[in-house]
């Protein structure tokens, strides 16, 4: 499967906790994204990658959350000292150059 | 900051009818695009539309953008049960420092009833 993949697909974790997660593009997609997407709503941005580069980053992207992509190929997501209120998906698109953004199936987060 | 609109946000429709979702946004925008989520699965891509009049078919949908009225619209014809799930548009906005970061609408849950 030459798709977007992501790791783990579900966490769940006590408030205070800290969580990684992990995506993986599509080999040669030089861009990469983080959205969040809680019930009923649709995908917040979060974050850009352009190669190792991160580019831009939303004001929903709190100092509890960081994003790396050492290498210009995975990429990782941490939320430190999670909240209730981070409980979402969160999903990972990436894309060649000004094309579709293809998504990743996700990471359900629960945080009890 | 871009806003993206859709109505209706739910519609219940019955097999064999047609209509239409709209999908409305407040700045310029280069790319339109549609995508499809089922019940606790990701997003999966349907139509971009880049330019006004663009229209896109794949089966019963149908996209089209009017770039003037920032409003794009997916046309179901003869609805049938596998249709049933939540559609998005998503616009990438057209300003200085964009990354191409898409921004959503709420998504419009379609159930098709028999």
């Known amino acids: 499967d030459t798709g977007v993949s992501q790791n783990p697909r579900h966490k769940i974790t006590k408030r205070g906790q800290n969580v990684t997660f992990r995506c993986d593009p599509i080999s040669e997609h030089n861009r990469l994204y983080w959205y969040r997407q809680t019930l009923g709503q649709g995908p917040e941005f979060l974050t850009y990658?352009?190669?190792?580069?991160?580019?831009?980053k939303s004001r929903l992207l709190s100092d509890r959350f960081s994003a790396e992509r050492p290498k210009g190929s995975f990429s990782t997501l941490e939320i430190q000292r999670t909240e209730q209120g981070d409980s979402a998906m969160y999903l990972c698109a990436s894309s060649p150059m000004d094309n579709w953004q293809y998504f990743g199936p996700g990471t359900r987060l629960t945080v009890t | 900051e871009l806003k993206v609109e859709q109505n209706p946000l739910f519609l219940s429709m019955q097999e064999g009818k047609n209509y239409t979702i709209y999908c409305n946004y407040s700045?310029?925008?280069?790319?339109l695009y549609w995508y499809r989520q089922d019940p606790g699965k990701s997003l999966e891509s349907l139509f971009v539309?880049?330019?006004?009049?663009a229209v896109k078919q794949e089966g019963r949908l149908m996209a089209s953008l009017d770039t003037k009225a920032r409003l794009s619209t997916l046309h179901i014809t003869a609805a049938v049960h596998d249709l049933s799930a939540t559609y998005f548009c998503a616009v990438v906005p057209n300003y200085g420092g964009s990354q191409g970061n898409l921004i959503f609408g709420k998504g419009t849950k379609l159930s098709v009833k028999p």
């Open positions: 700045t310029t925008s280069d790319r």
């Open positions: 990658f352009q190669n190792e580069a991160q580019l831009e």
């Open positions: 539309l880049l330019s006004n009049g």
